[in-house]
């Protein structure tokens, strides 16, 4: 299949107040040069650890903050360039599930008027044509008729978090950008959520673009995944050959680091530690980003900044010790 | 043996607004000394009610303990006296807590709140209770501890922050340290380091640790046994390994069941999560003479709703509150 959804060199940066000096402006480059591409109908997962900028690249994708640099691009079209009307054109293709089931619903709006929300503001539909929808809605995400009329905080968390699927769907998206879509709710709730998230990509053909900080919620959701280290992907490659031969030394770690219930595994591997914090996102060290705390670091790694390349099976990896 | 804690027929009330509830019913266990023990189960549970319980921590005017003991080295924590309490808490059991963004105090340093406790349980000087708090510092491996114990918590990273908790409730040497849920706002490498921490604190110190968590995978790498907590009752307990290997209670499966766990043999097809329907019940559900999983239950019979089940005992002390434990 053709590549829907295409990113590259994609940068991202803020204006921050320290460090810059006398009038002089400091910038802290949350998205740092990033390229990927998802395939249509399959799900890109962006992981890492809060601070790596993979809410931000997302955020940037859906035109919800002004990428510094680079190119996004939608089918043909350029998404980064795109104004009023082409720009409404392109949110009712790109629609966004939050992370927070409770503070992304209005509390004053019941859940029909939420869902509709989207239809109003992006679309032209007539009214009886948006109640038939959000109605095909409710059912899809497995709500019932009457809970309708009802308000957000007479939902359980895993029932908002359907409202929020409901919402997203309601302009027929062909991307779908899920930030952390269960890591608020209970364990039990999050299978439900993640069962109905696969079963709309497959009924409707969706594209997702997943973030999340659980390994084991990727492994199972996604098709390829990318690891985010300091704004910048440090891997990138398909579901099979990332969690059965990880390459670059952070990866191993946050695999080794993840507990599981598996005996066999938790025998047959050593956990790699990784000490430290990462370094000041504001003032960057020369060399690899991750090389204060890899546990292989040479000279090398604290000289020159690795780039990110790819072997013959496109696993994508940046690491001067990896060939 | 006589074990270090000891609770018998523990349960604590809650008032609420539409009336008395139950929120621990009738839960007994015990903990041996240098054990890790853990609390699993979804929010709500009731485990983090144990955990102040347990404390002398319940909310004033709203929790109640209105039966049961707890027996710690023999002494009935239920029946002591508030300043028998003060005593204990912070120096023999002790408590990290979730959030380690909310739960230090913002205008004071490190320092100053670690050296805090031993002031108050030890009676150590202010010099010596400084010196003290950063050997402390540096033995949860914070870098620098000299330095770092002049600095406010704003001005830590969320492990650190964590570390300092640490710290601060080893201070005291306790018998029995409560975590709960201590790495839940942390992300998975730093969990990595915190539970690497806890291991080797307690093979030092041999405190004994209940760790309160919803993940299944920190359980089976950390704790030795596990109570499985399911609307303020125990639902199953048992050593950590035979309860994964073989749950003989419904829900202690589908919690384990129901996580997508990276396994060690990656397969290409992806199967549909086993899901457990529903949510868990209100408080007003709570107390019911009945099973109180029934209505999230594949295996619900009529004896489920007819009365509570009782514990069904099997090999090496494991039990499971389950009318069909043995079928299972």
């Known amino acids: 299949m053709s590549d829907l959804l295409t990113v590259d060199n994609l940068t991202v940066r803020f204006e921050v107040k320290r460090g810059g000096g006398w009038g002089k402006k400091s910038y802290l480059y949350a998205v740092d040069d990033i390229s990927f591409a998802v395939k249509k109908g399959e799900t890109l997962a962006i992981v890492g650890e809060s601070g790596s900028g993979k809410t931000t690249a997302a955020l940037a994708v859906a035109r919800l903050v002004n990428a510094h640099r680079g190119s996004v691009r939608l089918g043909h079209e350029d998404v980064l360039q795109t104004q009023d009307e082409d720009l409404r054109a392109f949110r009712q293709k790109v629609q966004f599930i939050f992370q927070d089931p409770y503070s992304s619903l209005n509390p004053r709006q019941r859940a029909e008027a939420i869902v509709r929300e989207p239809l109003d503001s992006l679309s032209s539909k007539f009214a009886a044509e948006k109640t038939q929808i959000v109605e095909g809605l409710f059912q899809a995400v497995g709500l019932r008729p009457e809970q309708q ?32 879509p269960v890591s608020a709710l209970d364990v039990a709730v999050q299978a439900q959520i993640l069962n ?40 990138h490659a398909d579901r099979m050959s990332l969690f059965t031969a990880p390459r670059h030394p952070y990866t191993q770690a946050l695999l080794s680091a993840v507990p599981t219930v598996d005996r066999v595994k938790r025998a047959s591997q050593k956990r790699i530690l990784i000490p430290g914090d990462p370094p000041d996102p504001v003032n960057l060290p020369k060399g690899c980003r991750f090389a204060n705390r890899c546990p292989m670091a040479q000279e090398l790694c604290h000289q020159q900044e690795p780039a990110l390349v790819s072997n013959e099976t496109g696993h994508r990896t940046a690491c001067h010790l990896v060939s | 043996m006589q074990p270090l ?120 000087s202010r010099k010596a209770a400084w010196t ?29 922050r964590q570390r300092a908790m640490i710290a601060m409730a080893l201070a005291c040497a306790p018998k029995i340290l409560i975590a709960d849920e201590p790495t839940t706002a942390l992300d998975v490498t730093v969990q990595a380091q915190i539970f690497d921490l806890l291991g080797d604190l307690r093979k030092q110190t041999g405190a004994a640790i209940i760790l309160i968590t919803h993940d299944m995978g920190a359980v089976a790498e950390m704790a030795e046994r596990m109570i499985v907590m399911y609307a303020g009752r125990k639902a199953e307990l048992g ?40 949510i868990v019940p209100s408080l007003r559900q709570f107390g019911k003479d009945q099973c109180l999983f029934a209505s999230r239950c594949r295996y619900l019979s009529e004896a489920c709703l007819a009365s509570r089940p009782k514990p069904q005992e099997f090999a090496n002390a494991q039990s499971a509150d389950c009318w069909h434990a043995g079928d299972l």
Request: net charge negative.
């Open chain 1, 149 to 180: 009329r009802l308000f957000p905080h007479q939902f359980s968390g895993g029932q908002r978090q359907r409202i929020g699927i409901a919402r997203a769907l309601a302009t027929q998206p062909e991307l779908i950008i899920c930030d952390e």
């Open chain 1, 196 to 235: 109905l998230l696969r079963k709309l990509q497959k009924d409707f053909g969706l594209t997702y673009l997943f973030i999340s900080h659980d390994l084991g919620v990727v492994q199972h959701m996604s098709d390829s995944i990318a690891v985010m280290y300091m704004g910048r992907i440090v891997e």
């Open chain 2, 5 to 124: 804690l000891d609770v018998q027929n523990l349960t604590i009330e809650l008032t609420t607004r539409d009336g008395v509830a139950p929120v621990i019913d009738d839960l007994s266990f015990s903990l041996n000394a240098g054990e890790t023990l853990s609390f699993v189960g979804e929010s709500g549970c009731g485990k983090s009610m144990t955990a102040l319980a347990l404390m002398g921590l319940l909310p004033a005017n709203i929790g109640r303990i209105a039966s049961g003991h707890i027996l710690f080295e023999g002494d009935d924590l239920v029946q002591a006296s508030d300043a028998q309490l003060r005593k204990i808490r912070g120096n023999d059991i002790s408590m990290i807590f979730q959030e380690p963004m909310t739960s230090l105090n913002p205008v004071l340093t490190i320092g100053e709140q670690i050296a805090e406790v031993l002031r108050a349980h030890q009676g150590l």
């Open chain 2, 132 to 160: 003290q708090a950063v050997a402390l510092l540096d033995a949860v491996r914070i870098p620098n501890p000299k330095g770092r114990a002049g600095d406010y918590p704003f001005q830590m990273s969320g492990g650190q």
């Open chain 2, 239 to 278: 050593p950590v390994d035979q309860i994964i290997d073989h749950p003989r209670h419904p829900y202690t499966k589908g919690l384990i069941e129901c996580v997508p766990h990276i396994q060690s043999e990656m397969s290409t097809t992806r199967h549909d999560l086993v899901e457990v329907p529903g």
